[in-house]
T-cell receptor, first 115, second 108 residues
Framework: EAGVAQSPRYKIIEKRQSVAFWCNPI?????LYWYQQILGQGPKLLIQ????????DSQLPKDRFSAERLKGVDSTLKIQPAKLEDSAVYLC?????????????FGQGTRLTVV | KQEVTQIPAALSVPEGENLVLNCSFT??????LQWFRQDPGKGLTSLLL?????REQTSGRLNASLDKSSGRSTLYIAASQPGDSATYLC???????FGAGTRLTVKP
C-alpha cells in the first residue's frame, strides 16, 4: 500500500514570494491533515479536512495561508506572501476518518526555508 | 480542544535500560490515542494505537497504556537500543494535536 506522498521535499524561497505544497493521501482516506513543524517543536495542526470539507482551521494563519482539497483526494497548501518565520517542515497526514481503529499516517514532509 | 503534555522533554539512557515516556491530556472523553516516533528530518511513524475501550496495547518491545481517569498514557520501552533514539509523540485521533514530544537518546 502506498503511503502519504508529499512534494516537493525541499523548497527555498525569498521572503514575500509564494509557495505551494502538494499532498496525496493514502487511497480511501477521507481525513487529511496539514501540520507546520518548526525545528525543536511538535507538529502544529494547521487544517483538517474531512473529504473536501474543512473540519478545523482554527490555527491556520488565514491572512497568508490557504489550503484546498477540491475533489476530496489530494490537497495543496499555499503560503502567500512567505515570511522568514514560515521556515519549517510542512507535514501531511491522512486517516480513514474519525472513529475507532483509525490510525493516522504521515508523509515525509516538505522542508521550507525562507531567506 | 485537547491539550497534550509530554514529560520529560528529553531523556538519555544507556543501552539495555527499560524506560517510560509519559503523555498527559486534559480531555478524558472517549477517544483513541496514537503514539508516534519521529526520526530527525523525517515524518512521523505510527507505533501503537490504543482504542478508547482498551487499557493497553503491545507491539514487540513497546507497551502503551491508557488511563483516562488520571488523564495519562505511558509508553514503556523494554531493553532500549540505540535505534530507539528518536522523538516520541502522542495524539488523540479526534483532533490530532501534539505536544512537543520527548526526545530520547539511547547511548551504546
Amino acid at each position: 500500500e502506498a503511503g502519504v506522498a508529499q512534494s516537493p521535499r525541499y523548497k527555498i524561497i525569498e521572503k514575500r514570494q509564494s509557495v505551494a505544497f502538494w499532498c496525496n493521501p493514502i487511497s480511501g482516506h477521507a481525513t487529511l491533515y496539514w501540520y507546520q513543524q518548526i525545528l525543536g517543536q511538535g507538529p502544529k495542526l494547521l487544517i483538517q479536512f474531512q473529504n473536501n470539507g474543512v473540519v478545523d482551521d482554527s490555527q491556520l494563519p488565514k491572512d497568508r495561508f490557504s489550503a484546498e482539497r477540491l475533489k476530496g483526494v489530494d490537497s495543496t497548501l499555499k503560503i502567500q506572501p512567505a515570511k522568514l518565520e514560515d521556515s519549517a517542515v510542512y507535514l501531511c497526514a491522512s486517516s480513514l476518518g474519525p472513529g475507532a481503529s483509525t490510525e493516522a499516517f504521515f508523509g515525509q514532509g516538505t522542508r521550507l526555508t525562507v531567506v | 480542544k485537547q491539550e497534550v503534555t509530554q514529560i520529560p522533554a528529553a531523556l538519555s539512557v544507556p543501552e539495555g535500560e527499560n524506560l517510560v515516556l509519559n503523555c498527559s491530556f486534559t480531555d478524558s472523553a472517549i477517544y483513541n490515542l496514537q503514539w508516534f516516533r519521529q526520526d530527525p528530518g523525517k515524518g512521523l511513524t505510527s507505533l501503537l494505537l490504543i482504542q478508547s475501550s482498551q487499557r493497553e496495547q503491545t507491539s514487540g518491545r513497546l507497551n502503551a497504556s491508557l488511563d483516562k481517569s488520571s488523564g495519562r498514557s505511558t509508553l514503556y520501552i523494554a531493553a532500549s537500543q540505540p535505534g530507539d533514539s528518536a522523538t516520541y509523540l502522542c495524539a488523540f485521533n479526534n483532533d490530532m494535536r501534539f505536544g512537543a514530544g520527548t526526545r530520547l537518546t539511547v547511548k551504546p
